[in-house]
Nanobody, 122 residues
Framework: QVQLAESGGGTVQAGGSLRLSCAASGRTLSSSAMGWFRQAPGKEREFVASISRTGTTTYYADSVKGRFTISRGTAKNTVYLQMNSLKPEDTALYYC???????????????WGQGTQVTVSS
């Protein structure tokens, strides 16, 4: 099973940007679809973005469409989430996940990281 580790979280003012990274160990990510999910305090985990194994297909939650971009690194062991025009409602713990198919459903992903905190101040 692949081990995932997120990084790049932090505190930023509204309108700012962050880039989250998800690095894999154990095996490469080239054979996995990848996803980003987030969970705010007191709320359920929600889908943010996902990308297919080949990188040719991406999906985004309506709340982040046009502001966030998911991509695969050229090293094939890293996946990124570029977050622009951040809003206070984007504040959450962000998780990356690996699975067989790109999907908005968390059940499609079998391996999860520990999460990285993103805080957006107003």
């Amino acid at each position: 099973q692949v081990q995932l580790a997120e990084s790049g979280g932090g505190t930023v003012q509204a309108g700012g940007s962050l880039r989250l990274s998800c690095a894999a160990s154990g095996r490469t990510l080239s054979s996995s679809a990848m996803g980003w999910f987030r969970q705010a305090p007191g709320k359920e985990r929600e889908f943010v973005a996902s990308i297919s194994r080949t990188g040719t297909t991406t999906y985004y939650a309506d709340s982040v469409k046009g502001r966030f971009t998911i991509s695969r690194g050229t090293a094939k062991n890293t996946v990124y989430l570029q977050m622009n025009s951040l809003k206070p409602e984007d504040t959450a713990l962000y998780y990356c996940a690996a699975g067989l198919m790109a999907s908005a459903e968390s059940s499609a992903f079998r391996s999860w990281g520990q999460g990285t905190q993103v805080t957006v101040s107003s």
